[in-house]
């Protein structure tokens, strides 16, 4: 039996090998168009993403993990809610304890938080004042965000008045005006 597949296959040559591949993207495509894919933007430098991007921004040591149904866009999805002791805060009001929510992982953008692990996490407040992250921001294992960890603590030293250096120049439009 074994051996008519084989000649069969044989037979077949390419024709029929990119006919079987063409059939089976097709299928793969109609069965996968109702789920969800993670797509990021850019991710800027730790200065982008701190003014910019982020409404907090800590360190903070993973000691719960929970899982949460939810509606995303009309589809019943499960999010994976974080809780995190902030050891080092940065931007924004982060009390001692804080609830992050973020995707179960996989075609959603959810980070991979692990129990016990130190993380420097880049949130966004919803409406309701809950912190959200995913894989689309900064977010990252302390023992692999020294240059972002320098950036934020030189930023968090420095006092509250600077100085700014440099030529200003005001243009204004004169109707009556004429090139000579």
Same mark, same amino acid.
């Not at 320098?150 to 006092?159: D, E, G, V, W």
């Given at each position: 039996?074994?051996?008519?597949?084989?000649?069969?296959?044989?037979?077949?040559?390419?024709? *029929?090998?990119?006919?079987?591949?063409?059939?089976?993207?097709?299928?793969?495509?109609?069965?996968?168009?109702? *789920?969800?894919?993670?797509?990021?933007? &850019?991710?800027?430098? +730790?200065?982008?993403?701190?003014?910019? !991007?982020?409404? +907090?921004?800590? /360190?903070?040591?993973?000691?719960?993990?929970?899982? &949460?149904?939810?509606?995303?866009?009309?589809?019943?999805?499960?999010?994976?809610?974080?809780? /995190?002791?902030?050891?080092?805060?940065?931007?924004?009001?982060?009390?001692?304890?804080?609830? /992050?929510?973020?995707?179960?992982?996989?075609?959603?953008?959810?980070?991979?938080?692990?129990?016990?692990?130190?993380?420097?996490?880049?949130?966004?407040?919803?409406?309701?004042?809950?912190?959200?992250?995913?894989?689309?921001?900064?977010? !990252?294992?302390?023992?692999?965000? +020294?240059?972002?960890?320098?950036?934020?603590?030189?930023?968090?030293?420095?006092?509250?008045?600077?100085?700014?250096?440099?030529? /200003?120049?005001?243009?204004?439009?004169?109707?009556?005006?004429?090139?000579?």
């Amino acid at each position: 039996m074994l051996r008519i597949a084989l000649i069969q296959s044989c037979t077949t040559g390419w024709r *029929g090998f990119f006919s079987r591949l063409v059939t089976l993207m097709a299928l793969g495509t109609l069965l996968s168009s109702s *789920g969800f894919a993670c797509s990021c933007l &850019r991710i800027g430098p +730790a200065c982008e993403a701190t003014w910019l !991007q982020a409404d +907090a921004v800590f /360190v903070g040591r993973v000691y719960w993990t929970d899982w &949460r149904p939810t509606k995303d866009h009309g589809i019943s999805t499960v999010h994976r809610i974080v809780t /995190v002791k902030t050891l080092e805060p940065f931007v924004g009001n982060v009390p001692g304890w804080v609830s /992050v929510e973020t995707g179960s992982g996989g075609g959603d953008c959810g980070y991979e938080f692990g129990l016990g692990g130190k993380y420097l996490i880049y949130a966004h407040r919803e409406k309701d004042g809950s912190l959200t992250t995913s894989i689309c921001t900064r977010t !990252q294992k302390v023992s692999d965000a +020294a240059a972002d960890l320098a950036y934020l603590r030189t930023i968090k030293n420095l006092p509250d008045t600077g100085r700014l250096y440099g030529t /200003v120049n005001q243009y204004t439009f004169d109707p009556k005006f004429s090139a000579r």
